[in-house]
């Protein structure tokens, strides 16, 4: 395996229209990535509240992936309300010493396999290197 | 002999294409019951095999695939594919379409698309759903987003070592399975049977095809695909990243010598957006559009093209003469500059042709609905009613009646779809009075 | 073992043929599994959507074994509705399910002891998401089959007519005293050859001839509310006072004509002007926009219009040529035409940084689609009925894109129309002559003979002027319209719902979404209309049950979730008094809620969720994946 997986564990929130089949579209290319990762359905990520990321972390979560739409999100006004409201819960984190590289915001379009891909190894690494120290 | 099995629908569109699509959803929303019959493995037509489409630059999977679906799972619709159409014609007050099951050799209902067959398969064969530009096997899944995900054996170069039928978990590989023809009744039927690109070999200037790194702009369409054959931007011959790509806009179109008088009406789009994305792989290659007119008439699409020159995106006013192999594999192109003046030559990495559409279907001998001297169906009444062909009952969506684009094609299917549901009702209310 | 609040969640896994349990150790999930609290039975199955699979599930729902379902297998895109499907048919409610993505997301990616692991976990988020399903139903609005049509135009008359062959009851309002809009000003048609005047008949008699359709002329909509299938609206009817309007209503009179007559470039006048102002509301279940376009006006001196007397606009070419006796000469000002020039993209194609912004202060970038062709029709006419009249075309691309418009192209080569190329840097200079005899003469750097300095005197100028959209912002206003930059109503999306607002019901047809030829136009209004009948002809709207819902009981009406929803009138707040308390109650709309979920996030007290994707289901999920 490329990337060796980990204990740490990372939380993906994807988009049903973009991001969710886009994981789907890696696993018809059979290719693989570190099994630490969970994949959550979601609408649009704006649903969930600040607190919903800290308690995450509070439960022992290592690292979250927020895999958007971006711009096609298909909910008006979603897409920004996200980035901002990522923005907070950053600024939260600061507050509470956890390293903001914890949780990103992205966009992975339904056949995006190598982004995908990209990101899930790049937040293990990160997890990885964090939770050593 | 066993008597044809025989289907009773309100409306039968042929070809499962976008404009097909489109139409058969705006009908099944209306409740009426929808046969959709595909030629090909998969619907989805040209739209689910491109790369990013303009003018919105979204990917053509994630907005293709949600209609494809949408109609896979309608409860009033039905999807024939891998059906060969034998005739369409009118019989009193009904529609019938005669057609042909062709064997996939996999049992469509115990297959479960698992592709374990395909990875099974010992025999490469070149695949034309990515162009030809890479291999797929003897039995093989269309491609990855699909639709239905039935594998399909390709008899002309199956080995038959069997190893597919021994993988398969559920025993769905059957070696024997026959063509079946079948009948399908209804009172309205749609045409949206498409377009195929201009062919690229017949322009003896442009060298019929044998110029190494000259290639079709559907095959650029797979290479810009994230799914793509190379997953990068190469060229085919050496695998070499191009420094510098070129295009030659009306390939196969506004050429009288071809036969082919008409403007194609989406390549001078689909070349900016081709060169778009190729700067986006290749920021530092040279991108140049051999051009006539730049038609960007569209909605948001003057502006796609002033963003395309703000990029960098090289525009030269010049109709390509001829084409010929330049050293080392590259491609000259021999051109009358309009601007500067005089004959040039230029040499590029890898050309583009920015091939026209011609109709992909030609109703003669199956269905007696009128052609216009374009080959593509004939609308009667264009201004008023562009759906409307000389058949009664018969309506036409999409590129089946002259080039378009999507966005152009979908309003189209809606407009089809309108004539088609308007017409059954109006007909029903006749009939129970 | 049912869980202490009565869930019994029945977890069903695929084989999937060695598909999953190649890499996954199928027996072993389940057994685990069967150890979380509230887990009724977990069963195993070769393939679980085929029809022995499904008969595992209905046997257990019949049985009374299990009240929730989870199934563990391929991606939930394909075999979603196959399991809902079961589960309704054994008699339960289709949402108590999830779907645990054990393929695509597991057994395709990973492999060994880790695939398994994280099957058992998937698995177990499910359970947990499962736990805190509850019963849910589409949601289901009445709507009105009734739709109004605003504009009467082609693009409107065509809805109109449509709208009616589909059952559908129409009220169609158009503002002017006049039906045919734009098509009224024009003669011959590209590509057909048509008449105009014709086609504006035809659909017009259709309409009149029509018991479903109301037509109310000189009338505007003055007030909009309510949602898809519950629209009211209210119009006011009146005589006119526009100056354009009392003109054209004078040269009807004076032609002779009628109502039910149509007059060239004025229109066909179907009704009496109302001598009194009126209002009335209607309640109407969708709302077509057909409010066209008008042509560009350039600014004064802007190519020497409204400088020199012999710069014109094509729409007044083609009224000349139309009123220009037959066989007679080409005139201006009583002067023949000995030479003409045509000059593209007036109005259109402007470039930031290059044009200045025109009449009305706004650059318009788009292309007008149409103007290319009707100029080369223009020209073809000239040069085929009056062959002693040159024609000169400037261009910056010619865009004969359509079906039968680059023989107009090619014909007007044949007809020895002289084509000139500028870049839009270099634009042709109109200035007088002296002492020639013509009055103009036209300077361009021309592209096509590789940029040399070009002069030419002429007649006439003709600008083919682009096309803008009618202004309507009153009704962008009132009804909340999403407007693109153009300033043309804004689809939701070009390619997924391209006659659609955003707003569910409301529809657009023809050039007021973008320029656009007759059939294009007619195309849209065609689609529109297929749209209206999708969603009214049930005579109810069924919406998916996933919109938010308020608990009210955790309610204290701070109000931010509607602060925050992007959609207007999603959520309503509204005060009342109880127990001489104050207090703020928050309604959902369900038929307008997209259930995008902004609101969930802000509400302090968690009162608000959208059904079917609670806030408490992913903690509960979190939850297991954190403790597995
Ligand atoms: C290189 C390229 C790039 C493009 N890029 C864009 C873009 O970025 N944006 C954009 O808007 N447009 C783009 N287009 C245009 C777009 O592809 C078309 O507008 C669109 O695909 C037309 O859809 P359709 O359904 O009318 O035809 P098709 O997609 O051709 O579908 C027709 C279907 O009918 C089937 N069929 C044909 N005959 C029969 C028969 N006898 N029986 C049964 N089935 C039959 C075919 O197999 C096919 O599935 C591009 C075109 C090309 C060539
Ligand atoms: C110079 C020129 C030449 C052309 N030549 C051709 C040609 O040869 N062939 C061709 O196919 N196309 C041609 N066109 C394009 C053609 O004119 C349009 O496609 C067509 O007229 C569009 O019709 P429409 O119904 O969308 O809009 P319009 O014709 O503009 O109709 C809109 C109607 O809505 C009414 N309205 C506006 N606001 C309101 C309101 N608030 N309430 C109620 N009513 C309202 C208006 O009064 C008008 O009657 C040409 C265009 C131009 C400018
Ligand atoms: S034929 Fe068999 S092996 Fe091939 S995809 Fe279908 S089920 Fe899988
Ligand atoms: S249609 Fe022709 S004249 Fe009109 S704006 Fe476009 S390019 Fe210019």
Same mark, same amino acid.
């Given at each position: 395996?490329?990337?060796?997986?980990?204990?740490?564990?990372?939380?993906?929130?994807?988009?049903?229209?973009?991001?969710?089949?886009?994981?789907?579209?890696?696993?018809?290319?059979?290719?693989?990535?570190?099994?630490?990762?969970? %994949?959550? =359905?979601? /609408?649009?990520? #704006?649903?969930?509240?600040?607190?919903?990321?800290?308690?995450?972390? !509070?439960?022992?979560?290592?690292?979250?992936?927020?895999?958007?739409?971006?711009?096609?999100?298909?909910?008006?006004?979603?897409?920004?309300?996200?980035?901002?409201?990522?923005?907070?819960?950053?600024?939260?984190?600061?507050?509470?010493?956890?390293? %903001?590289? =914890?949780? /990103?915001?992205? #966009?992975?379009?339904?056949?995006?396999?190598?982004?995908?891909?990209? !990101?899930?190894?790049?937040?293990?690494?990160?997890?990885?290197?964090?939770?050593?120290? | 002999?066993?008597?044809?099995?025989?289907?009773?629908?309100?409306?039968?569109?042929?070809?499962?294409?976008?404009?097909?699509?489109?139409?058969?959803?705006?009908?099944?929303?209306?409740?009426?019951?929808?046969?959709?019959?595909?030629?090909?493995?998969?619907?989805?037509?040209?739209?689910?095999?491109?790369?990013?489409?303009?003018?919105?630059?979204?990917?053509?999977?994630?907005?293709?695939?949600?209609?494809?679906?949408?109609?896979?799972?309608?409860?009033?619709?039905?999807?024939?594919?891998?059906?060969?159409?034998?005739?369409?014609?009118?019989?009193?007050?009904?529609?019938?379409?005669?057609?042909?099951?062709?064997?996939?050799?996999?049992?469509?209902?115990?297959?479960?698309?698992?592709?374990?067959?395909?990875?099974?398969?010992?025999?490469?064969?070149?695949?034309?759903?990515?162009?030809?530009?890479?291999?797929?096997?003897?039995?093989?899944?269309?491609?990855?987003?699909?639709?239905?995900?039935?594998?399909?054996?390709?008899?002309?170069?199956?080995?038959?070592?069997?190893?597919?039928?021994?993988?398969?978990?559920?025993?769905?590989?059957?070696?024997?399975?026959?063509?079946?023809?079948?009948?399908?009744?209804?009172?309205?039927?749609?045409?949206?049977?498409?377009?195929?690109?201009?062919?690229?070999?017949?322009?003896?200037?442009?060298?019929?095809?044998?110029?190494?790194?000259?290639?079709?702009?559907?095959?650029?369409?797979?290479?810009?695909?994230?799914?793509?054959?190379?997953?990068?931007?190469?060229?085919?011959?050496?695998?070499?990243?191009?420094?510098?790509?070129?295009?030659?806009?009306?390939?196969?179109?506004?050429?009288?010598?071809?036969?082919?008088?008409?403007?194609?009406?989406?390549?001078?789009?689909?070349?900016?957006?081709?060169?778009?994305?190729?700067?986006?792989?290749?920021?530092?290659?040279?991108?140049?559009?051999?051009?006539?007119?730049?038609?960007?008439?569209?909605?948001?699409?003057?502006?796609?093209?002033?963003?395309?020159?703000?990029?960098?995106?090289?525009?030269?006013?010049?109709?390509?003469?001829?084409?010929?192999?330049?050293?080392?594999?590259?491609?000259?192109?021999?051109?009358?500059?309009?601007?500067?003046?005089?004959?040039?030559?230029?040499?590029?990495?890898?050309?583009?042709?920015?091939?026209?559409?011609?109709?992909?279907?030609?109703?003669?001998?199956?269905?007696?609905?009128?052609?216009?001297?374009?080959?593509?169906?004939?609308?009667?009444?264009?201004?008023?009613?562009?759906?409307?062909?000389?058949?009664?009952?018969?309506?036409?969506?999409?590129?089946?009646?002259?080039?378009?684009?999507?966005?152009?094609?979908?309003?189209?299917?809606?407009?089809?779809?309108?004539?088609?549901?308007?017409?059954?009702?109006?007909?029903?209310?006749?009939?129970?009075? | 073992?049912?869980?202490?609040?009565?869930?019994?969640?029945?977890?069903?896994?695929?084989?999937?043929?060695?598909?999953?349990?190649?890499?996954?150790?199928?027996?072993?999930?389940?057994?685990?599994?069967?150890?979380?609290?509230?887990?009724?039975?977990?069963?195993?199955?070769?393939?679980?959507?085929?029809?022995?699979?499904?008969?595992?599930?209905?046997?257990?729902?019949?049985?009374?074994?299990?009240?929730?379902?989870?199934?563990?297998?391929?991606?939930?895109?394909?075999?979603?509705?196959?399991?809902?499907?079961?589960?309704?048919?054994?008699?339960?409610?289709?949402?108590?399910?999830?779907?645990?993505?054990?393929?695509?997301?597991?057994?395709?990616?990973?492999?060994?002891?880790?695939?398994?692991?994280?099957?058992?976990?998937?698995?177990?988020?499910?359970?947990?998401?499962?736990?805190?399903?509850?019963?849910?139903?589409?949601?289901?609005?009445?709507?009105?089959?009734?739709?109004?049509?605003?504009?009467?135009?082609?693009?409107?008359?065509?809805?109109?007519?449509?709208?009616?062959?589909?059952?559908?009851?129409?009220?169609?309002?158009?503002?002017?005293?006049?039906?045919?809009?734009?098509?009224?000003?024009?003669?011959?048609?590209?590509?057909?050859?048509?008449?105009?005047?014709?086609?504006?008949?035809?659909?017009?008699?259709?309409?009149?001839?029509?018991?479903?359709?109301?037509?109310?002329?000189?009338?505007?909509?003055?007030?909009?509310?309510?949602?898809?299938?519950?629209?009211?609206?209210?119009?006011?009817?009146?005589?006119?006072?526009?100056?354009?309007?009392?003109?054209?209503?004078?040269?009807?009179?004076?032609?002779?004509?009628?109502?039910?007559?149509?007059?060239?470039?004025?229109?066909?006048?179907?009704?009496?002007?109302?001598?009194?102002?009126?209002?009335?509301?209607?309640?109407?279940?969708?709302?077509?926009?057909?409010?066209?376009?008008?042509?560009?006006?350039?600014?004064?001196?802007?190519?020497?219009?409204?400088?020199?007397?012999?710069?014109?606009?094509?729409?007044?070419?083609?009224?000349?040529?139309?009123?220009?006796?037959?066989?007679?000469?080409?005139?201006?000002?009583?002067?023949?035409?000995?030479?003409?020039?045509?000059?593209?993209?007036?109005?259109?194609?402007?470039?930031?940084?290059?044009?200045?912004?025109?009449?009305?202060?706004?650059?318009?970038?788009?292309?007008?689609?149409?103007?290319?062709?009707?100029?080369?029709?223009?020209?073809?006419?000239?040069?085929?009925?009056?062959?002693?009249?040159?024609?000169?075309?400037?261009?910056?691309?010619?865009?004969?894109?359509?079906?039968?418009?680059?023989?107009?192209?090619?014909?007007?080569?044949?007809?020895?129309?002289?084509?000139?190329?500028?870049?839009?840097?270099?634009?042709?200079?109109?200035?007088?002559?002296?002492?020639?005899?013509?009055?103009?003469?036209?300077?361009?750097?021309?592209?096509?003979?590789?940029?040399?300095?070009?002069?030419?005197?002429?007649?006439?100028?003709?600008?083919?002027?682009?096309?803008?959209?009618?202004?309507?912002?009153?009704?962008?206003?009132?009804?909340?319209?999403?407007?693109?930059?153009?300033?043309?109503?804004?689809?939701?999306?070009?390619?997924?719902?391209?006659?659609?607002?955003?707003?569910?019901?409301?529809?657009?047809?023809?050039?007021?979404?973008?320029?656009?030829?007759?059939?294009?136009?007619?195309?849209?209004?065609?689609?529109?209309?297929?749209?209206?009948?999708?969603?009214?002809?049930?005579?109810?709207?069924?919406?998916?049950?996933?919109?938010?819902?308020?608990?009210?009981?955790?309610?204290?009406?701070?109000?931010?979730?509607?602060?925050?929803?992007?959609?207007?009138?999603?959520?309503?707040?509204?005060?009342?008094?109880?127990?001489?308390?104050?207090?703020?109650?928050?309604?959902?709309?369900?038929?307008?809620?997209?259930?995008?979920?902004?609101?969930?996030?802000?509400?302090?007290?968690?009162?608000?969720?959208?059904?079917?994707?609670?806030?408490?289901?992913?903690?509960?999920?979190?939850?297991?994946?954190?403790?597995?």
């Amino acid at each position: 395996m490329a990337t060796q997986a980990n204990e740490g564990k990372i939380l993906i929130l994807a988009t049903e229209t973009c991001a969710y089949p886009g994981a789907n579209s890696v696993g018809q290319a059979h290719s693989t990535y570190p099994a630490n990762t969970y %994949i959550l =359905r979601v /609408r649009a990520p #704006a649903l969930f509240p600040e607190q919903f990321y800290l308690d995450c972390f !509070e439960k022992g979560i290592s690292g979250i992936i927020i895999m958007s739409c971006g711009e096609e999100c298909p909910y008006e006004g979603a897409y920004h309300a996200l980035a901002k409201r990522i923005d907070r819960v950053y600024k939260m984190m600061k507050e509470r010493s956890l390293d %903001i590289r =914890r949780l /990103r915001l992205t #966009a992975i379009c339904t056949v995006c396999n190598r982004a995908f891909l990209k !990101e899930v190894n790049q937040m293990n690494d990160l997890v990885k290197e964090l939770d050593e120290v | 002999m066993e008597s044809e099995r025989e289907m009773k629908f309100d409306a039968i569109v042929v070809g499962g294409g976008i404009a097909g699509l489109q139409t058969a959803l705006d009908m099944a929303d209306q409740d009426f019951k929808v046969a959709i019959v595909e030629k090909d493995a998969s619907i989805g037509g040209k739209m689910i095999r491109l790369s990013k489409v303009f003018p919105t630059l979204d990917c053509a999977s994630c907005i293709t695939t949600p209609k494809m679906a949408a109609a896979a799972h309608h409860e009033n619709i039905t999807i024939f594919t891998y059906c060969n159409l034998n005739s369409l014609e009118r019989e009193g007050d009904v529609i019938t379409a005669s057609l042909t099951q062709q064997p996939r050799y996999v049992d469509p209902v115990k297959c479960i698309g698992c592709r374990q067959c395909e990875y099974g398969c010992p025999v490469y064969v070149s695949d034309e759903e990515q162009g030809g530009l890479n291999a797929r096997k003897a039995i093989y899944i269309p491609f990855s987003n699909a639709i239905p995900q039935l594998a399909v054996l390709d008899a002309e170069n199956c080995s038959l070592c069997g190893k597919c039928a021994k993988v398969c978990p559920t025993d769905a590989v059957d070696f024997f399975q026959q063509p079946e023809d079948f009948v399908i009744r209804a009172d309205t039927a749609v045409l949206a049977t498409g377009f195929r690109l201009t062919p690229a070999d017949q322009k003896k200037q442009y060298g019929e095809g044998k110029i190494e790194n000259v290639i079709t702009s559907l095959q650029m369409e797979r290479i810009l695909a994230p799914h793509g054959p190379y997953q990068r931007v190469i060229r085919p011959s050496d695998g070499k990243e191009p420094d510098s790509v070129a295009y030659v806009q009306c390939a196969g179109s506004r050429d009288k010598s071809l036969g082919i008088p008409y403007c194609s009406r989406v390549c001078c789009m689909y070349a900016i957006k081709q060169a778009m994305l190729l700067s986006g792989s290749l920021p530092i290659a040279d991108i140049v559009i051999y051009y006539m007119d730049i038609r960007a008439f569209g909605k948001g699409y003057e502006q796609f093209y002033q963003n395309a020159k703000a990029m960098g995106i090289e525009f030269v006013k010049a109709k390509v003469a001829s084409i010929t192999q330049g050293e080392e594999q590259t491609v000259a192109l021999h051109y009358e500059n309009q601007e500067e003046g005089g004959v040039e030559t230029r040499e590029h990495d890898l050309v583009v042709l920015s091939l026209g559409m011609i109709p992909d279907w030609n109703p003669a001998g199956i269905c007696p609905v009128a052609t216009d001297d374009d080959a593509f169906i004939k609308s009667v009444m264009p201004k008023m009613a562009p759906a409307l062909t000389d058949m009664e009952g018969v309506f036409v969506a999409g590129v089946a009646t002259g080039p378009k684009d999507i966005v152009d094609t979908i309003v189209e299917a809606g407009s089809a779809a309108m004539e088609a549901s308007g017409y059954l009702v109006e007909k029903r209310a006749d009939h129970a009075a | 073992m049912a869980s202490e609040t009565g869930e019994k969640v029945g977890v069903y896994i695929c084989y999937c043929g060695g598909n999953i349990s190649d890499h996954v150790d199928v027996e072993k999930v389940a057994e685990n599994v069967k150890e979380v609290p509230g887990v009724a039975v977990a069963r195993t199955n070769m393939f679980m959507c085929s029809d022995p699979g499904q008969e595992l599930i209905m046997e257990d729902i019949k049985n009374g074994v299990v009240n929730r379902v989870v199934v563990a297998s391929c991606a939930p895109a394909l075999h979603e509705l196959t399991f809902r499907g079961a589960i309704q048919r054994a008699g339960m409610n289709p949402y108590l399910y999830d779907h645990a993505n054990i393929r695509e997301q597991v057994s395709w990616v990973h492999h060994g002891d880790a695939a398994t692991d994280k099957a058992a976990t998937l698995v177990a988020a499910a359970i947990g998401k499962a736990k805190h399903l509850k019963p849910l139903s589409p949601i289901r609005v009445d709507a009105k089959n009734h739709a109004t049509v605003i504009g009467g135009g082609l693009a409107g008359l065509r809805a109109a007519r449509d709208l009616s062959r589909r059952g559908t009851e129409v009220l169609l309002l158009e503002k002017s005293p006049f039906l045919g809009g734009q098509a009224a000003q024009l003669g011959k048609l590209f590509p057909t050859g048509e008449n105009a005047g014709d086609l504006i008949k035809q659909l017009a008699k259709e309409v009149s001839d029509d018991s479903n359709i109301t037509l109310r002329a000189c009338a505007e909509i003055i007030k909009s509310e309510g949602y898809v299938g519950n629209f009211k609206i209210t119009v006011k009817k009146s005589s006119p006072t526009s100056e354009e309007y009392i003109e054209k209503l004078d040269t009807f009179g004076n032609s002779k004509a009628g109502i039910g007559d149509f007059v060239p470039f004025i229109g066909l006048c179907p009704m009496e002007v109302p001598s009194q102002t009126e209002e009335f509301t209607q309640d109407t279940g969708a709302v077509v926009f057909a409010t066209g376009f008008k042509t560009y006006i350039p600014s004064a001196g802007e190519y020497g219009y409204g400088e020199y007397p012999e710069v014109i606009t094509l729409p007044q070419l083609i009224r000349m040529m139309a009123r220009g006796k037959s066989g007679g000469k080409l005139e201006i000002n009583g002067k023949r035409i000995r030479r003409a020039a045509l000059i593209h993209c007036v109005g259109s194609r402007h470039i930031p940084g290059i044009h200045e912004p025109g009449s009305d202060g706004n650059l318009n970038e788009y292309c007008s689609r149409v103007c290319c062709s009707a100029t080369l029709q223009a020209a073809n006419e000239i040069r085929e009925k009056h062959p002693e009249t040159y024609v000169f075309e400037f261009y910056r691309d010619i865009r004969t894109y359509g079906r039968g418009h680059e023989a107009y192209y090619d014909r007007a080569s044949q007809n020895n129309v002289i084509f000139f190329r500028f870049e839009p840097e270099d634009p042709p200079v109109i200035e007088k002559t002296d002492g020639s005899q013509y009055p103009l003469k036209i300077r361009v750097k021309d592209m096509l003979t590789f940029g040399e300095d070009i002069e030419a005197e002429v007649d006439l100028v003709v600008l083919s002027v682009g096309m803008v959209p009618n202004d309507i912002s009153d009704l962008v206003d009132m009804m909340k319209l999403p407007v693109g930059v153009d300033r043309f109503l804004l689809e939701v999306h070009p390619k997924l719902q391209p006659v659609e607002l955003a707003k569910t019901g409301i529809l657009l047809a023809g050039t007021c979404q973008a320029p656009m030829d007759i059939g294009e136009a007619c195309s849209a209004a065609q689609a529109a209309s297929s749209k209206v009948a999708t969603l009214l002809s049930r005579g109810y709207v069924e919406l998916d049950p996933f919109v938010a819902e308020i608990n009210i009981e955790k309610c204290t009406g701070t109000g931010n979730c509607a602060d925050v929803c992007p959609v207007e009138g999603a959520i309503q707040q509204s005060e009342t008094e109880s127990d001489g308390e104050k207090v703020m109650h928050t309604r959902i709309n369900p038929a307008l809620c997209t259930g995008c979920g902004i609101c969930v996030a802000v509400c302090p007290e968690n009162a608000i969720d959208i059904n079917g994707w609670t806030l408490g289901q992913y903690e509960a999920m979190v939850d297991a994946i954190a403790e597995c």
